[in-house]
């Protein structure tokens, strides 16, 4: 995209009562598990983030009408599981049902076990999953986003060594809003760590 | 990466005091844009998020130690601006400067315009920016999450017209940590609009 255009070329929209914007997406997909009443529970956000590196607080934003709403009001405990892009067609299965009419684990054959601290389930399939303490829950207009303190992290073994994701192993899961997935292209990966930075005072902050 | 494999092949991590952890990377970039007493201010920023569609909130997490941190505290506005991954050299020098030693807009030549209904600076790179007035902050651990109303969206016009990203003119900025930077492989674009949903009792939530 030619973004050397003056900025006029945007068109300026306000947003409208019940409508939904799509174009700050792609976001990773996370898939929260949850145990209620001794049925697992399984759910794909895309409203998820990082909070806090110290204590290490991550969080998940779900919808007040969710099923997966009233399980994690409830609930001590979830799981921040992370897939490869190969499994989109269970997250959007995962995603386009509910817990409240069926017990998706079983629906969908999604194989898991249940955490070593914290008391919900981690999918076998998760290159990735973090067992989260909740620790509170906050509500903005039609969402809360419900806290975690991540108390273990499951990582794969051959991603376990380096620091970042190796984009050669995995291919990460985004949403793109309305039932479109995409991943990344690894040819793509750019490293800067080699440069020197800008900070006249402090090397690094 | 072959998921098939059993869990046990997964390593548990405790999460350990002053460590960071990227496996839940990468994140698209969003560039916050700020105004203070009379000067521009760009932060990049991985933790940002959806928080409501109605109302549109969406927010934006800064670490307490970043200058962008206070001066957020002391605004009631900022942009949230998205960028072609083309820009990720400029985004580096934006997240490895700090506004405290320099004017970041000047050292790095950031054009922009102010918003029109937010007192904050949209960049006129940006293929989509929010304006958003500051409508809450709320501390998690090492962070603060500030939570900006969505009051004007910028869409670049080539964009506007379809509900989600057109990937095929925008390769979004994706973060993974530790300065290394990726974008989206758009023949893995996937499309599941047309399957039915496996509600019984809804048609669509």
Known sequence: MDDKKPAEDRDLVEPVEGEKYFHYYPQLVAVIGVMHNGKTNFAPCAWSTGLSY???????????????????????????????????????????????????????NVSYAM???????????????????????????DHTLFVGAVVLMHVSRSLAQAPILNTELVSPLLYLGVDHYITTDKASRACLKDLPFHYKRDKRR
Chains 1, 2 share one sequence.
């Open 54 to 108: 110290n204590p290490f607080l991550f969080g998940v934003s779900v919808g007040k009408d969710r099923f997966t709403h009233g399980v994690l009001t409830e609930s001590d405990a979830f799981t921040v599981n992370f897939l490869d892009f190969h499994h989109f067609r269970l997250v959007r299965s995962l995603g386009r049902s509910s817990g409240a009419e069926i017990d998706k684990a079983k629906e969908f």
């Open 115 to 141: 955490g070593k601290k914290a008391a919900a389930p981690v999918m076998d399939a998760a290159y990735y999953a973090l067992e989260c303490r909740k620790q509170e829950a906050h509500c903005f207009g």
